[in-house]
């Protein structure tokens, strides 16, 4: 039986990927902790329903990953006790060509998926330390594959997939584990963002028929990798992104 952390805290986990990992986590027994930025009803909804699995209900942490990632990581620590294990689902809606986008809106980007990552992991770091945690993010295709609406995002992910390696390399030693899943599009609607994209149903359309399995990810069938890289089944598994994505990688 995996055994997973008894302290989680998940970032974005407010809506989509990062609430069906809360609702899992705490299924499992598991005290989390969401952390989101604004949405306060959302959060206060994705507390009740993990608290209705009869697990632990969890703590909310508002702020924002992005400007003051230790922060929420210091927050959490407090309100759980301690930290084994720190998700992050959290990415800026913010669409558009590489030539399009500002350079505040690529900052910002890079400020939620890089640094703020960067900086989590070092605030989280003495705390999984004694106890041998986990940490996983959320990556997606559009690291290593061209989308026309990621060309901010895509940099980012593809930045935050080369930190994950290295941490898994560098924290490895110290008993810390660093993973992430890499997506496609995920069957989410109301996650936010499908207005501002032009085209997005036929985008959609396309690309569940290019899919091998046909369709789109249900945020829960991410949210059980991630829930799974953070227990000890994975135990001897680090530095790595898994493709989560109905096969679509293996055609791109």
Same mark, same amino acid.
């Given at each position: 039986?995996?055994?997973?952390?008894?302290?989680?805290?998940?970032?974005?986990?407010?809506?989509?990927?990062?609430?069906?990992?809360?609702?899992?986590?705490?299924?499992?027994?598991?005290?989390?902790?969401?952390?989101?930025?604004?949405?306060?009803?959302?959060?206060?909804?994705?507390?009740?329903?993990?608290?209705?699995?009869?697990?632990?209900?969890?703590?909310?942490?508002?702020?924002?990953?992005?400007?003051?990632?230790?922060?929420?990581?210091?927050?959490?620590?407090? !309100?759980?006790? =301690? #930290?084994?294990?720190? &998700?992050?689902? $959290?990415? %800026?809606? +913010?669409?558009?060509?590489?030539? /399009? *986008?500002?350079?505040?809106?690529?900052?910002?980007?890079?400020?939620? !998926?890089?640094? =703020? #990552?960067?900086?989590? &992991?070092?605030? $989280?770091? %003495?705390? +999984?330390?004694?106890?041998?945690? /986990? *940490?996983?993010?959320?990556?997606?295709?559009?690291?290593?594959?061209?989308?026309?609406?990621?060309?901010?995002?895509?940099?980012?992910? $593809?930045?935050?997939?080369?930190?994950?390696?290295?941490?898994?390399?560098?924290?490895?030693?110290?008993?810390?584990?660093?993973?992430?899943?890499?997506?496609?599009?995920?069957?989410?609607?109301?996650?936010?963002?499908?207005?501002?994209?032009?085209?997005?149903?036929?985008?959609?359309?396309?690309?569940?028929?290019?899919?091998?399995?046909?369709?789109?990810?249900?945020?829960?069938?991410?949210?059980?990798?991630?829930?799974?890289?953070?227990?000890?089944?994975f135990s001897f598994v680090t530095g790595q992104t898994i493709a989560v994505?109905?096969?679509?990688?293996?055609?791109?």
């Open positions: 039986m995996t055994t997973l952390p008894s302290k989680v805290l998940v970032v974005g986990g407010s809506r989509g990927i990062g609430r069906a990992t809360v609702v899992q986590l705490t299924a499992a027994g598991t005290h989390c902790a969401i952390g989101y930025n604004a949405n306060d009803d959302a959060a206060e909804q994705t507390q009740a329903l993990a608290a209705a699995t009869g697990g632990p209900e969890p703590v909310l942490v508002r702020g924002d990953l992005g400007a003051d990632a230790p922060g929420m990581v210091n927050a959490a620590i407090e !309100q759980l006790g =301690g #930290l084994g294990g720190f &998700v992050t689902t $959290a990415v %800026p809606i +913010l669409a558009g060509r590489t030539l /399009s *986008v500002t350079r505040e809106e690529y900052d910002r980007v890079f400020d939620v !998926q890089v640094w =703020g #990552l960067w900086e989590a &992991v070092r605030a $989280a770091l %003495p705390e +999984l330390e004694k106890v041998r945690g /986990s *940490v996983v993010a959320v990556s997606s295709l559009g690291a290593n594959h061209y989308a026309r609406y990621y060309g901010a995002i895509g940099p980012a992910k $593809a930045a935050m997939e080369n930190l994950i390696r290295y941490y898994g390399a560098e924290l490895g030693p110290r008993g810390v584990r660093v993973n992430g899943v890499s997506p496609s599009l995920v069957d989410n609607p109301g996650h936010g963002g499908e207005d501002i994209i032009t085209g997005v149903q036929e985008m959609i359309q396309g690309v569940a028929k290019k899919t091998p399995l046909r369709r789109l990810a249900k945020p829960e069938e991410l949210a059980s990798v991630v829930v799974a890289l953070l227990g000890s089944d994505d109905g096969g679509y990688s293996l055609l791109a």
